[in-house]
C-alpha cells in the first residue's frame, strides 16, 4: 500500500520563498505519478503540479515560472519548490498519487488514489 508523508512549508512574506518534500514508500508501480494540490479555506483542492516516472512534470497556470517539482534518484521523493510567492499561494498543500503517464487529466483530483496529510503553507502581504 502506498504511503505519502509531506514535510516542509511553514511561513514567509510575499516575495519569499518556501519548499516541501513529499516521501513515498510501497510505491511499486512501473509507470506512476506523483502530483502536489492544495486547497485554500472554503476552496476546492487544485492541482499544483505533476512528475511521472520518466520525469515529465507539467503545472498549473497560477504557478508556472515560480514552482517547481522533481524528484530524487530512486523516485521515492519528491519536492517543490515554490519561489515569488503570493497571498494567493496559501493552503494546504497534498501530495498524491497514482499509476499511470503524464496527460491532460493529472491536475485533475478524482484520478488520485492515494493522499498524504497535508502540510501548510501561509504567506503574508
Known amino acids: 500500500q502506498v504511503q505519502l508523508v509531506e514535510s516542509g512549508g511553514g511561513s514567509t512574506q510575499s516575495g519569499g520563498s518556501l519548499s516541501l518534500t513529499c516521501v513515498a514508500s510501497?510505491?511499486?508501480?512501473?509507470?506512476?505519478?506523483l502530483a502536489w494540490f492544495r486547497q485554500a479555506p472554503g476552496k476546492v483542492r487544485e492541482g499544483v503540479a505533476a512528475i511521472d516516472s520518466r520525469g515529465i512534470t507539467t503545472y498549473a497556470d497560477s504557478v508556472k515560472g515560480r514552482f517547481t517539482i522533481s524528484q530524487d534518484n530512486a523516485k521515492t521523493t519528491i519536492n517543490l519548490q515554490m519561489n515569488g510567492l503570493v497571498t494567493e499561494d496559501t493552503a494546504m498543500y497534498y501530495c498524491?498519487?497514482?499509476?499511470?503517464?503524464?496527460?491532460?487529466?493529472?491536475?485533475?483530483?478524482?484520478?488520485?488514489?492515494?493522499w498524504g496529510q497535508g502540510a501548510q503553507v501561509n504567506v503574508s502581504q
Open positions: 510501497g510505491v511499486t508501480y512501473r509507470y506512476y505519478l
Open positions: 498524491a498519487a497514482r499509476q499511470g503517464h503524464m496527460s491532460t487529466s493529472v491536475l485533475t483530483r478524482a484520478w488520485y488514489n492515494y
